[in-house]
Every structure is written in C-alpha cells, then in structure tokens.
C-alpha cells in the first residue's frame, strides 16, 4: 500500500497560481488511481480530480479549466496545477489512491490511501 505526501500548499492571492505534489511511496504507483479531494472549514470533502494509471482525467465543474491533474510515474508523484484561483478554492487538499478499477472515482470511502493534507488559503 503506498503512503502519500502532499505538499505546495500556501496564502495566495485571487487570480494567482499554485502546483501541489503528492509523493507516493511504498507501492506500485503506476497502477492506483490517483485523486485530489479538498475540504473547506464547516464543509463536507469534496472531489476535486482524477487521474488514472493510463493518463484519462475527470474534473469537478468548478475546477474546469482552472486546474490540471497530471502524474509522472517515473517519479511516483501526481500534481494538481491550480490557475485562476478563487477564494472559494479555500480549502485543504487531500491526495488519494485507488487501486480497484471498480466503484465511482468521485466517492472519498472507494479510495485505499490518503495523504495528510495541504492548506490552500486564497485571499480576496
């Protein structure tokens, strides 16, 4: 089972950029599913992005167009590029991984591994 560290999380302004990483280790990371979730404070978690071992992605409406989900296996990371931020892009970030190709990629209770979090904070 592969542990998860997210990492690039930081105060940015509206309208600007930000890149979260997410090292995998411990595991065959080529073959998980890989996800970006977040959860605001006095909210539930919600799914952000997708990524599968072959490279198809799937976006929450909201994040269309702003963000980009990307993997390098070579090196067991996957990425979250966030453009055009938003301060209702607030929230702190989860990375996941999903090993069995069934059940829905949206659904936080499908996924094996989680990674700690990191705090995204847009300012207005």
């Known amino acids: 089972q592969v542990l998860l560290v997210e990492s690039g999380g930081e105060l940015v302004q509206a309208g600007g950029s930000l890149r979260l990483s997410c090292a995998a280790s411990g595991g065959t990371f080529s073959r998980y599913r890989m996800s970006w979730f977040r959860q605001a404070p006095g909210k539930e978690r919600e799914f952000v992005a997708t990524?599968?071992?072959?490279?198809?992605?799937n976006y929450v409406d909201s994040v269309k167009g702003r963000f980009t989900i990307s993997r390098d296996n070579a090196n067991n990371t996957v990425y979250l590029q966030m453009n055009s931020l938003k301060p209702e892009d607030t929230a702190v970030y989860y990375c996941?991984?999903?090993?069995?190709?069934?059940?829905?990629?949206?659904?936080?209770?499908?996924?094996?591994?989680w990674g700690q979090g990191t705090q995204v904070t847009v300012s207005s």
């Open positions: 990524i599968s071992w072959s490279g198809n992605r």
């Open positions: 996941a991984a999903k090993l069995s190709s069934g059940g829905s990629w949206t659904d936080g209770f499908e996924y094996d591994t």
